[in-house]
């Protein structure tokens, strides 16, 4: 059974230009959450979507926009990218009715974006 | 608001020395959840625990022990007979029951290097 898979692993960009990162979520799994990790921090919540909608979001900009496919995958596009953009981004899933009590979130291994 | 500290940047022990590392929490909802998580280099976040706010019962898995202590908002981890493997960022999480359901607040995390 495959876990969460992200692709692609790295990713060199130019300032100012868009990016689209693309995850898998784990068989069974139907909510999919984006994480932004800086060098040494804690991962920090960017959004989550389920049934093809944004359902919450944390505290970052409009450039940073989502969706959600029929098969539950998701991508994260940002766009006009800043130097502070490079990160280690993350994908959890779960499913929504357990997105609290019952299911801890399965993450992939990331996408490491770095910004030049 | 939430937050979640983790006032241990590094951490270095010798093999078979037993560590702690240390969180603390904020929150003001009365039932949450604690987790813990382990990031190899790899990058990927490794689930290790999940502890609900009515439940302080502590718990151990094998080499690993855990210190719910809710009159302090502490979740604390012990790791006995540390081993080379053990090597990693640990990071504690918080998820609320309330409107911040679905996304998990990280702390800064704790870099274990266990030496042999």
């Known amino acids: 059974d495959a876990g969460v898979t992200q692709s692609p692993t790295h990713l060199i960009k130019t300032r100012g230009q868009q990016v689209t990162l693309r995850c898998s979520p784990k068989?069974?799994?139907?909510?999919v959450s984006w994480y932004q990790q800086a060098l040494g921090q804690g991962p920090q919540f960017i959004f989550q979507y389920y049934e093809e909608e944004e359902r919450q979001r944390g505290n970052f900009p409009d450039r940073f926009s989502g969706h959600q496919f029929p098969n539950y995958s998701s991508e994260l596009n940002v766009n006009a990218l800043l130097l502070g953009d490079s990160a280690l981004y993350l994908c959890?899933?779960?499913?929504?009715?357990?997105?609290?009590?019952?299911?801890?979130?399965?993450f992939g291994q990331g996408t490491r974006l770095t910004v030049v | 608001a939430q937050k979640v500290t983790q006032a241990q940047t590094e951490i270095s022990v010798v093999e078979k020395e037993d560590v702690t590392l240390d969180c603390v929490y904020e929150t003001r909802d009365t039932t949450y959840y604690l987790f813990w998580y382990k990031q190899p280099p790899s990058g990927e976040l490794v689930f290790l625990i999940r502890?609900?706010?009515?439940?302080?019962q502590n718990e151990i898995s094998g080499r690993y022990s855990w210190n719910f202590q809710k009159s302090t908002s502490s979740f604390n981890f012990t790791i006995t007979a540390s081993q080379v493997v053990d090597s990693a960022v640990y990071f504690c999480?918080?998820?609320?029951?309330?409107?911040?359901?679905?996304?998990?607040?990280f702390g800064k995390g704790t870099k274990l290097s266990v030496k042999p």
């Open positions: 502890r609900n706010s009515f439940d302080e």
């Open positions: 999480a918080l998820r609320g029951y309330g409107g911040s359901q679905g996304n998990l607040i």
């Open positions: 068989s069974g799994h139907d909510t």
């Open positions: 959890a899933s779960t499913t929504w009715g357990n997105r609290v009590v019952n299911t801890e979130a399965f």
